[in-house]
């Protein structure tokens, strides 16, 4: 089994930053790419950025500029750093990651998803 868990959402100001982790344990052998979606009331979860097991990038455009994606491999950890925060930026981030957990199987999987509100 491998566990997602999100820390770091919450209420901000339009124009402020927050900074949102994500720490993968479990069965893990390794990690490929790790990522950030999110969804918003009465819309489809979308795509927000991705970074590979190798530090690859690649951001939606709603974000590009704004957001930065990081990872540390030794951690198993994704970090999200949201700069400059729009309240069309409202919703709940999911972290995503593909796990090898050996054997040549690799599985998808995702956190329980933290919300992020900006509001004044």
């Known amino acids: 089994q491998v566990q997602l868990v999100e820390s770091g959402g919450g209420l901000v100001q339009p124009g402020g930053p927050l900074r949102l982790s994500c720490a993968a344990s479990?069965?893990?052998?390794?990690?490929?790419?790790m990522g950030w979606y999110r969804q918003a009331p009465g819309k489809e979860r979308e795509f927000v950025a991705i970074?590979?097991?190798?530090?690859?990038?690649s951001y939606a455009d709603s974000v590009k500029g704004r957001f930065t994606i990081a990872r540390d491999n030794t951690k198993n950890t994704v970090y999200l750093q949201m700069n400059s925060l729009k309240p069309e930026d409202t919703a709940v981030y999911y972290c995503?990651?593909?796990?090898?957990?050996?054997?040549?199987?690799?599985?998808?999987?995702w956190g329980q998803g933290t919300q992020v509100t900006v509001s004044t």
């Open positions: 995503y990651a593909d796990v090898d957990v050996g054997r040549q199987v690799t599985i998808d999987c």
């Open positions: 479990g069965s893990i052998f390794s990690i490929n790419d």
């Open positions: 970074i590979t097991y190798g530090g690859f990038t």
